[in-house]
């Protein structure tokens, strides 16, 4: 079981927006500004999407945003691709001894 | 440009010991942290341990404390995981990260496929 939960699976047809959830406790993602999400394709590593809840590193498309309330953050993804269809991860910093967490992962199909 | 460049896949037989590696170039390696991230078949992230290169000062997830070591080299710029003894569920993807402010994973190497099986 993960630290941070995320839904299984989530799908948008190209053009649509889609909202991916990552819930934790006030320990992670709702006591720190610390949450990253990771895109990973089939057979590749993970890709840095968003860090610090909603910054976008350099040449991550503005398609992708972040946010959060509570203890729950979220990535957007508007305008869907078909090149967006992939795993998605939320992590957040932790005062737990394991530094940080993942959530289980959530699957993108674009349909 | 930063880059992570990891060792190759090994296949190897229950109870052998491994280390693989992990070396980083285009940035400053001792003052970032280096970590490790699991990934088994078909499943998820899982965070092992991170190692601060300036003073080799390290932390391991509570899953993975006593079962891995991890070790850096400064002067070759390479970080390293290793096992004593494998065991089949050894068996994963194996990630070494660059650490950021904010335990941001922001630079990934290749990844390592460990297959251990007798």
């Known amino acids: 079981q993960s630290a941070l939960t995320q839904p299984a699976s989530v799908s948008g047809s190209p053009g649509q927006s889609i909202t991916i959830s990552c819930t934790g406790t006030?320990?992670?993602?709702?006591?720190?500004?610390?949450v990253s999400w990771y895109q990973q394709h089939p057979g590749k590593a993970p890709k840095l999407m968003i860090y610090?809840?909603?910054n976008r590193p350099s040449g991550v498309s503005n398609r992708f945003s972040g946010s959060k309330s509570g203890n729950t953050a979220s990535l957007t993804i508007s305008g869907l691709q078909a090149e967006d269809e992939a795993d998605y991860y939320c992590?957040?910093?932790?005062?737990?001894?394991?530094?940080?967490?993942f959530g289980g992962g959530t699957k993108l199909t674009v349909l | 440009e930063v880059q992570l460049v990891q060792s190759g896949a090994e296949v190897k037989k229950p109870g052998e010991s491994l280390k693989i590696s992990c070396k980083g170039s285009?940035?400053?390696?001792?003052?970032?942290?280096i970590g490790w991230v699991r990934q088994m078949p078909g499943k998820g992230l899982e965070s092992m341990g991170i190692?601060?290169?300036?003073?080799?000062?390290?932390r391991y997830s509570p899953s993975f404390q006593g079962q891995v070591t991890i070790s850096v080299d400064r002067s070759i710029t390479t970080a390293y995981l290793q096992w004593s003894s494998l065991k089949a569920s050894d068996t994963a993807m194996y990630y070494c990260?660059?650490?950021?402010?904010?335990?941001?994973?922001?630079?990934w190497g290749q990844g390592t496929l460990v297959t251990v099986s007798s």
């Open positions: 006030s320990s992670d993602v709702g006591g720190y500004n610390y």
């Open positions: 285009g940035y400053s390696f001792t003052t970032y942290w």
């Open positions: 992590s957040s910093y932790t005062t737990s001894n394991t530094l940080v967490v």
């Open positions: 190692i601060y290169p300036g003073d080799s000062d390290t």
């Open positions: 990260v660059r650490r950021s402010s904010g335990s941001v994973f922001d630079y």
């Open positions: 610090e809840v909603s």
